[in-house]
């Protein structure tokens, strides 16, 4: 499992690290936004394929797969000299990066003992968090004397050591169906946070029935649907913020330090705040709780976008309300909602529920990237993040809407 917390340095300031490097190379935010936008698009065949092989072919091929190609699309991206060449290496990150999220939750349900589920997924779940951290922490120190490609480099160097810890220590699997993680609530959480789409197989058209007029107007039996909506808005709100909001800082003056800076102490207090979610939702309610972390998630998103009148404001209040919405609020929504689509996906046709959910996510994270380049370029950043906040509201009173059958 500390392949994890190595692949988690190389995984945690890319995304941060492309849009600094993109605007360097004289982009704007349409071209940061089809970067992005890129990245998110393969992420839903790459969760199709990936998760398919998983039943089929040894997971430490896949493991050793992914680390190793991704590795390839690292050292590729230290060689680019223009947009095309970071998009391309980015996006093939991407698509491979996410190869061993599947496969080693199943391995470690396979080679260990059903008590000790819980402590391993969490284990994991802290490794990989850590990993991210310490990426950030140290891409905001290296950006001050190197240029973000010679980064990359660094980073491809972590996940060259993710590639060898996985040689040396991942058993051979058996095969145990994906359908097993559903079974336990910690490989599930761990699952999603890893990446937010799973197909158990792929949704029909009929599938999607449960959206017609006729049913959302109609509680109880609206509650799934509506549900579904509410978190597909808050991806789509997050896609349009989360896209440009290191763009922006930089866009306004602040050094490439300081974005890092403002980044890692969001990661920080999401670190932290992952940590108290499960006992502080024992004894509430996860609509309520939702409910309110989106208001505070969506009125950050609103300040950071009227902070960017002048670079000060942007500096303090980013310090201040980057932390409240990129780590409080999305780690109270994150443990609330998915808690709710467990109950979900824990009862029949499992397949189909979240085939359905993983689709529905997957558009809006490729919506909310994709229309944040034009938003951006339309009416300026502030516009953009604004948009984001008032969505998180609309989210935010589905939630306060919705009565469970």
């Known amino acids: 499992m500390w392949s994890a917390l190595t692949f988690g340095v190389a995984n945690g300031p890319l995304s941060t690290l492309v849009t600094l490097n993109i605007i360097d190379l004289g982009g704007g935010p349409l071209m940061v936004a089809y970067a992005i936008t890129l990245a998110n698009v393969v992420l839903i065949p790459a969760s199709i394929i990936w998760g398919f092989l998983a039943d ?42 996410t190869a061993y999220s599947t496969p080693m939750n199943l391995i470690i349900m396979e080679s260990t003992e059903k008590r000790k589920w819980a402590s391993s997924f969490s284990l994991l779940s802290m490794l990989s968090s850590i990993g991210n951290l310490i990426g950030l922490i140290l891409s905001t120190f290296l950006v001050l004397i190197i240029r973000i490609t010679q980064i990359y480099a660094v980073l491809a160097l972590f996940s060259i050591v993710s590639f060898v810890l996985s040689l040396a220590y991942t058993p051979k699997s058996v095969m145990l169906e994906r359908t097993s993680m559903l079974h336990s609530i910690e490989s599930f959480a761990v699952r999603l946070k890893m990446l937010p789409l799973i197909f158990l197989h792929l949704p029909r058209l009929t599938s999607f029935k449960m959206f017609r007029l006729s049913r959302l107007t109609k509680k109880p039996i609206n509650y799934v649907p509506l549900l579904y909506i509410a978190i597909a808005i808050f991806y789509t709100a997050s896609g349009l913020f989360n896209t440009l909001y290191p763009a922006s800082l930089y866009n306004e003056g602040l050094d490439k330090s300081l974005v890092l800076a403002i980044i890692t102490l969001g990661m920080l207090f999401q670190i932290f705040t992952f940590n ?25 998103y609103i300040v950071m976008g009227i902070s960017l009148m002048m670079p000060i404001t942007a500096l303090i209040l980013g310090f201040v309300f980057y932390p409240l919405s990129a780590g409080i609020a999305y780690s109270l ?73």
């Open 276 to 300: 108290f979610t499960g006992h502080y939702l024992e004894n509430k309610d996860e609509r309520e709780t939702s409910f309110r972390a989106l208001i505070l998630r969506g009125s950050g």
């Open 56 to 97: 089929r072919v040894d997971r430490r091929k896949i493991i050793l797969a992914g680390f190793g190609l991704s590795t390839l699309f690292l050292a590729l991206g230290s060689q680019s000299v223009n947009i095309p060449e970071v998009d391309l290496a980015y996006t093939g990150f991407s698509f491979f990066s």
């Open 333 to 405: 929504f994150y443990a609330a909602s998915n808690t709710l689509i467990f109950k979900i996906v824990g009862g029949r046709r499992q397949g189909t529920t979240l085939g359905v959910y993983s689709t529905l996510v997957g558009i809006s994270l490729f919506l909310g990237s994709l229309l944040s380049g034009f938003i951006s370029k339309s009416i300026g950043y502030a516009g953009n993040f604004i948009i984001a906040g008032v969505l998180l509201y609309l989210s935010a009173s589905i939630f306060k809407y919705l009565e469970e059958g």
